[in-house]
């Protein structure tokens, strides 16, 4: 990149756990740099920038004053999920492009008011869904692609966990959105929707915690033409995170974590041991995701091809059937801002 080109200035809203993996992988990505970190608490804020090595980062003591900010081109929101839609939508009203951490919303319908935003004032917006960047993955759609394995007819995934129930954690707390379902789901979901397209009809069961969150749950993904998904989550019991995608000709094992994974093996029948192909991440994983995003600003695109919002509104659309089919009530916090 020729050095007389500035830098895409990022802002961090929510300087959290995977905003720290974020802000790391976001020094490696040539002609990006963080300019801003919003969050409730000023100190909080200038301790996140300098220990990432941006001591120069303007500190925000509020999430509007990072909206606010002149010096930033684009904003990676990590807040709880209710708090995500209207966070994105003042800082695309704004004219600040979105990189927004899934589950994209905590509701359906803040999912199209995010969307409608963007498309209204052609501003930029990605859910930050870092599976479908990973050099692995990509690869494993390539191969789909060229017909290594059929036609694609369904998909199993498994992403489990275990957690000490404590009502004071944002996971256990229905008004932060908790639960496995926004928390896990959305990896399995996004992964089946990616390879399969959105489905006809779901279906869903689950536990629930004490306070009132969905703790183990299954997923049935159906296609009028008969393919399938079959997707679990969990909080109490360890699993595998692998993938599978069966094809008419073969299969392809994505192997644990599924959601962020180094190694495919490609399958063509019983008893072939398969191809193993090793395609490694750079930094924790999220590289590959900025890296799409600072590249569809300085193109002026508004959307990622690799992550349309089109493919966020479906899997939005499954996780919103799945939460009425338990009886689960998510909101959008409109005081965020």
Known sequence: MPENRPDIRW???????IAEKVAEDLALVEGAALAAVGSRSEERARAFAETHGAPNARAHGSYRAL???????????????PQHAELAVACLEAGKGVLVEKAFTATLAGAWRVVDTARTGGVFAMEAMWTRF??????????????????????????GTVRDVDPTDRL?????????????????????????????????VASRETTGVDADGAMLL??????????????????????????????????PRFHHPSTIVLHHDTNDP????????????????????????????TE??????????????????AADQLGLVFREDDTSV
Not at 146 to 155: F, H, L, T, Y
Not at 226 to 251: D, E, I, K, N
């Open 11 to 17: 802002g961090i809203a929510g300087p959290g756990r």
């Open 67 to 81: 909206v606010d900010d002149p010096e930033v081109d684009v904003v990676y929101i990590a807040t709880p999920h």
């Open 134 to 159: 990973q050099p692995a993955v990509v690869r494993m759609r390539e191969l789909i692609a060229e017909g290594a394995i059929g036609e694609p007819r369904s998909v199993q995934a498994d992403l």
């Open 172 to 204: 256990f707390a229905p008004e932060l959105g908790g639960g496995a379902l926004l928390d896990l789901g959305v990896y399995p979901v996004s992964f089946a929707q990616m390879v399969l397209g959105t489905p006809d009809r779901v279906t869903a």
């Open 222 to 255: 159906a296609f009028q033409d008969g393919r399938y998904a079959t997707l679990q989550t969990s909080f109490h019991s360890p699993s595998p995170g692998q993938a599978r995608v069966f094809g008419t000709t073969g299969w392809i094992d994505v192997l």
């Open 274 to 301: 398969g191809e193993t192909i090793e395609l490694p991440a750079t930094g924790a994983g999220y590289f590959h995701e900025l890296v799409e995003v600072t590249e569809c600003l300085r193109a002026g695109r």
């Open 304 to 321: 990622s091809t690799v992550m349309p919002l089109d493919d966020t509104l479906a899997v939005q659309g499954v996780l919103a059937e």
